[in-house]
Structure formats: C-alpha cells, structure tokens
Nanobody, 117 residues
Framework: VQLVESGGGLVQPGESLRLACTASGIFGFYAMGWYRQAPGKQRDLVAWAPSIGSTNVTDSVKGRFTISIDLAQDTVYLQMHNLKPEDTAVYYC?????????????WGQGTQVTVSA
C-alpha cells in the first residue's frame, strides 16, 4: 500500500488549500481520511470518509473543511477554507482496508500546511 499526498504549502490566514491523497496497491478501501500533527502535539483526526456513507469532520474545523473521496481513483481530498494559524500542521492521510473506521491501516508521508501572515 502506498499513499501519496499533495497540495500542502504556505498560505496567509483566510486563504484556502486543497490536499489530495491517492492510494495505490489496493483493491478498494473501507475508509480514507486525514489526521494532522502540530509541533509538539499529538496526531489528531481531522476528517474521514467511508467508502459508503456520510463523511465526518472534527468540530474544530467544521464549516471550514470538507472531505470528499473519488472511489474510481482511490483518492481522498481535503478542501480547507478560511485557514487559521492554528491549522498549521503536518497533514497525514490514511486508509483503512478492513472496516469503515478512522483507524489507519497505512499512512501517507505527510504534507506541511503553514498558515502565517
């Protein structure tokens, strides 16, 4: 299993970014999503999407972040609007190959998102 992320970068507060993560070496999945880890902090769940069913977004980013998946491409997206400095972190995508759950079976390498004026 390989997860390749893209879309991170440096933006100013209030701007937007879209992260993408494509999985390869799999034959479908049960869930994909994103965690993030700020310096000196634990890795926290941001959003996840089951292959069938409703998406889930953590309260701290609800209304600003949207997750979506492309089943045909085994790709998960995280659209982030109105970014804030506290959103600065390394964002990691994950995939669960066995159950519809935000518990990862595999991780991406991480992509840095920095929000700064």
């Amino acid at each position: 299993v390989q997860l390749v992320e893209s879309g991170g970068g440096l933006v100013q507060p209030g701007e937007s970014l879209r992260l993408a993560c494509t999985a390869s070496g799999i034959f479908g999945f049960y869930a994909m999503g994103w965690y993030r880890q700020a310096p000196g902090k634990q890795r926290d769940l941001v959003a996840w999407a089951p292959s069938i069913g409703s998406t889930n977004v953590t309260d701290s980013v609800k209304g600003r972040f949207t997750i979506s998946i492309d089943l045909a491409q085994d790709t998960v997206y995280l659209q982030m609007h109105n970014l804030k400095p506290e959103d600065t972190a390394v964002y990691y995508c994950f995939v669960n190959l066995h159950v519809s759950s935000p518990l990862p079976d595999a991780w991406g390498q991480g992509t840095q998102v920095t929000v700064s004026a």
